[in-house]
């Protein structure tokens, strides 16, 4: 099975965001959430094997002011979990709108669900799609992923530590 996760955005509207040693950056900022995410779809992640992270656009304009970007405001991943698992994740700070969808391969099909446009497409030898209700999806799944920590349902501090180290893995890499 093959997976694509994709976060972009505008990035933070805050200098530090963009220059801070600790965090900040694309890595810390949109990308440690994806991870988070495809370890909890997939579990444990085995090997990162790839890593690219750039400065793309040098300078941007934050708080009215022209600022030099000092961390990644790209980067694309590539990590192997159990069963032969392969997921790419993409993120960016310099997309105009906010975009985040999921792209599953798998023998008998695909799915794709895009929290744009909430939509989720099966397509196996026909394709359905269903639109998801008029609700706002970004809301929902921070409420979700809110509502899980409180109940421990989502995880824990031994799995959110061993993401934490995964991201200094990935930032190191």
Not at 17 to 36: A, P, R
Not at 94 to 116: A, C, E, V, W, Y
Not at 130 to 147: D, G, P, R
Request: hydrophobic residues 35%; charged residues 25%.
């Amino acid at each position: 099975m093959h997976c694509n996760l994709k976060i972009y955005g505008l990035g933070g509207h805050k200098i530090w965001k963009h220059q801070n040693k600790i965090t900040g950056g694309v890595i810390f900022e949109m990308l440690s959430h994806m991870v988070d995410l495809a370890v909890w779809l997939f579990g444990k992640c085995i090997q990162i094997k790839y890593v690219d992270k750039q400065i793309l656009r040098k300078e941007r304009i934050i708080e009215d002011k022209i600022v030099k970007i000092k961390k990644p405001d790209y980067c694309l991943i590539q990590l192997k979990f159990e069963k032969n698992m392969i997921v790419n994740i993409e993120s960016n700070f310099f997309s105009k709108t906010f975009h985040q969808s999921i792209d599953l391969n798998g023998s008998s099909g695909f799915i794709r669900s895009n929290i744009n446009d909430k939509t989720l497409q099966l397509i196996t030898n026909k394709t359905s799609t269903y639109k998801v209700n008029n609700s706002n999806m970004f809301e929902k799944q921070i409420l979700s992923f809110l509502n899980n920590k409180k109940e421990e349902s989502y995880s824990n501090f031994k799995d959110n530590y061993q993401n934490q180290l995964l991201i200094k893995k990935i930032k190191e890499f």
